[in-house]
């Protein structure tokens, strides 16, 4: 299977910057998406940003043009640089990949969560 390891959350002040990795291991046959999302408690899990594996990125609304999305495709691993942070940002930023894990008997398609990554906007 695939095993996803996240890590870079913090406290930080507002207008601090902080940068996320996630990395996946296991029976790779292929990584097609990699994004974060973010979670916080009595509200709805939120798109924060997603890139293909040709490098086409999405991002939510509320971190454009201060977060940025990137993957090392040789190392399975994806970041999160979050810039300009605000105390609105402060939420458990979740890693999802989807990933091709290989057979047999056939290589099989998963979508894959890890297991949230603490960040704390704060004076």
């Known amino acids: 299977q695939v095993q996803l390891v996240e890590s870079g959350g913090g406290l930080v002040q507002p207008g601090g910057s902080l940068r996320l990795s996630c990395a996946a291991s296991?029976?790779?046959?292929?990584?097609?998406?990699m994004g974060w999302y973010r979670q916080v408690p009595g509200k709805e899990r939120e798109l924060v940003a997603i890139?293909?594996?040709?490098?086409?990125?999405t991002y939510g609304d509320s971190v454009k043009g201060r977060f940025t999305i990137s993957r090392d495709n040789g190392k399975n691993t994806g970041y999160l640089q979050l810039n300009s942070l605000k105390t609105e940002d402060t939420a458990v930023y979740l890693c999802?990949?989807?990933?091709?894990?290989?057979?047999?008997?056939?290589?099989?398609?998963?979508?894959?969560w890890g297991q949230g990554t603490l960040v704390t906007v704060s004076p």
């Open positions: 890139i293909d594996r040709g490098g086409s990125t």
């Open positions: 296991g029976s790779i046959f292929d990584l097609y998406h």
């Open positions: 999802n990949v989807g990933a091709v894990v290989r057979g047999p008997p056939v290589n099989e398609y998963f979508e894959v």
